[in-house]
């Protein structure tokens, strides 16, 4: 018999009379269980989510390769040209690409006034992108599987759920990316900064490091 075991069968002869001291001795018999819950959830991981997102990790790192580095940081350059691709189909690229929280170093193929727009975005699409790639924020993963734990309870697939979410989220990130550029562009004028901010795009030009922004 284990000893956490032994302990919780002499539990009832543990009683001392004492208030203070029974809740004492209770807790100190068990103290061990909630360590045993957090392994039997972390041995839940090990056989579960983590080998799928070992291998979905795997699978994307091998596909860069197969494209190519250069290729895909023409993507990303292309991406940002337009604020519909900018708030979008960027953010999702360097989720996938790189993960949280990588994904925001892809905003040095941004001019300066975008960036603080391309991390609102990027960061909003954090949690919703787990839904069919948990590897891109597997930190927080625990987000979505507290949203999809009810449906499974219930016997439903989950499939539905991740649709929506993703889809809302995708229409979150847009919104909130435009909503931050407008805001960060009033800031740039109100402050009297607009021409430092002229200097920034020329120098990014000169660098040549994205394709400006529109």
Do not use: C
Not at 130 to 136: E, K, M, N, Q, V
Not at 194 to 207: P, T
């Amino acid at each position: 018999m284990a000893v956490h075991e032994l302990i919780l069968a002499q539990d009832a002869s543990a009683k001392t009379g004492n208030p203070v001291l029974d809740a004492i001795i209770w807790a100190g018999e068990h103290f061990i269980g909630l360590f045993n819950e957090a392994g039997k959830q972390f041995a839940g991981l090990v056989v579960g989510i983590l080998p799928t997102l070992i291998v979905l990790l795997t699978f994307m790192y091998a596909m860069i390769q197969f494209i190519g580095e250069h290729r895909v940081t023409r993507a990303v350059q292309w991406s940002g040209r337009w604020w519909i691709t900018r708030y979008s189909f960027m953010p999702v690229l360097a989720m996938l690409v790189l993960t949280n929280p990588m994904a925001y170093t892809f905003g040095r193929f941004l001019p300066e006034r975008y960036k603080p727009a391309f991390y609102d975005s990027t960061v909003s699409l954090a949690h919703p992108i787990t839904s069919f790639f948990p590897y891109a924020n597997a930190g927080e993963l625990f987000v979505w599987l507290g949203v999809a734990s009810g449906v499974q309870k219930l016997g439903l697939s989950t499939v539905p759920l991740a649709l929506r979410y993703l889809a809302v989220g995708m229409i979150v990130i847009l919104i909130r990316g435009i909503v931050t550029e407008r805001i960060t562009a009033y800031l740039i004028r109100r402050e009297g900064k607009s021409e430092l901010f002229n200097e920034f795009d020329r120098e990014f030009s000169a660098a040549g490091t994205g394709g400006g922004g529109k």
